[in-house]
T-cell receptor, first 115, second 113 residues
Framework: EAQVTQNPRYLITVTGKKLTVTCSQNMNHEYMSWYRQDPGLGLRQIYYSMNVEVTDKGDVPEGYKVSRKEKRNFPLILESPSPNQTSLYFC??????????????FGPGTRLTVT | EDKVVQSPLSLVVHEGDTVTLNCSYEVTNFRSLLWYKQEKKAPTFLFMLTSSGIEKKSGRLSSILDKKELFSILNITATQTGDSAIYLCAVAYSGAGSYQLTFGKGTKLSVIP
């Protein structure tokens, strides 16, 4: 089954404790991205990756890191989480955007709470 | 400054009504406009529009894009309670070898029996 998986689905952590949210897709998609969703602000892109070893900042990259060492995986790293990073996070993937196919397949979401 | 603006932000209608959701955008190097439906989980894809004036249709939902006036509408006819959701509009654009996707804040639709 074609899917995007994220782990963990729920996470409560404390300020400053490094964490990683994993994202994996099995569709051989080139393009992957991370979003955060906050009430009243909609979905905002954090980082995206056009392909292996190619990453770029989205609209709200501060406080986040990503890596793309393999095509299927795109982890999101919070080196020193703060309460303002409490949010619902989505990973998504799609075929190469240069093919004009931007239909993004979304993961189930990770609800992060930083206290 | 928001690149993608959706209106209204929320809407309450009765079952059977027809609704029109709006999405305007302002980006350079436009590639496509997408509509998603989000219930209590991840967004699910509805339509992708790249050409002006060509209506996309799926059941009671339809959408059209106007690239000259930079907007799109999503129509839902004969609404049902199952249409209650947040409808998201997103615009894909490119520049300097990069491709980004920016979402609007969404329209929350509530359909009451």
């Amino acid at each position: 089954e074609a899917q995007v998986t994220q782990n963990p689905r729920y996470l409560i952590t404390v300020t400053g404790k490094k964490l990683t949210v994993t994202c994996s897709q099995n569709m051989n998609h080139e393009y992957m991205s991370w979003y955060r969703q906050d009430p009243g602000l909609g979905l905002r892109q954090i980082y995206y990756s056009m392909n292996v070893e190619v990453t770029d900042k989205g609209d709200v990259p501060e406080g986040y890191k990503v890596s793309r060492k393999e095509k299927r995986n795109f982890p999101l790293i919070l080196e020193s989480p703060s309460p303002n990073q409490t949010s619902l996070y989505f990973c998504a993937s799609s075929t190469s955007p240069s093919h004009l196919s931007y239909e993004q397949y979304f993961g189930p979401g990770t609800r992060l709470t930083v206290t | 400054e928001d690149k993608v603006v959706q209106s209204p932000l929320s809407l309450v209608v009765h079952e059977g009504d027809t609704v029109t959701l709006n999405c305007s955008y302002e980006v350079t190097n436009f590639r496509s406009l997408l509509w998603y439906k989000q219930e209590k989980k991840a967004p699910t894809f509805l339509f992708m529009l790249t050409s002006s004036g060509i209506e996309k249709k799926s059941g009671r939902l339809s959408s059209i894009l106007d690239k000259k006036e930079l907007f799109s509408i999503l129509n839902i006819t004969a609404t049902q309670t199952g249409d209650s959701a947040i409808y998201l509009c997103a615009v894909a654009y490119s520049g300097a070898g990069s491709y980004q996707l920016t979402f609007g804040k969404g329209t929350k639709l509530s359909v009451i029996p």
